[in-house]
């Protein structure tokens, strides 16, 4: 988790989407309500997924390439964790809220 110069974690940041680049999602926690439909836009030359991590998680984008998007709607609250199953270190999260 990254942290501010103050050395407190990051807070979660809010909106609709996430940004592929440089082998990272940024932001790495986003924050959203139910019914939110997040896209994710690829920004990398490389292809990326959107994954869920674990078994039986939502996201299950097909590989994107430079500047093809995957959108969801979250429906649910919960914690939704997720990778690039192409590049496993690149992790995030979405905090769906009521």
């Known amino acids: 988790m990254s942290t501010s110069s103050t050395g407190a974690a990051a ?5 609709n989407a ?5 082998f990272a999602f940024s932001p790495a ?7 939110t439909t997040v896209t994710w836009t690829n920004q990398d030359t490389d292809a990326h997924t959107v994954t869920s991590a674990g078994t039986g998680g939502p996201l299950h984008s097909a590989a994107l390439a430079t500047h093809a998007t995957y959108s969801y709607t979250f429906t649910k609250p919960g914690t939704y964790a997720y990778i690039c199953t192409i590049h496993p270190f690149m992790t995030a999260t979405v905090e769906v809220t009521r």
Do not use: D, E, R, S
């Open 18 to 22: 996430v940004a592929i680049k440089n």
């Open 11 to 15: 807070a979660p940041m809010t909106g």
């Open 29 to 35: 926690t986003l924050q959203v309500k139910a019914g």
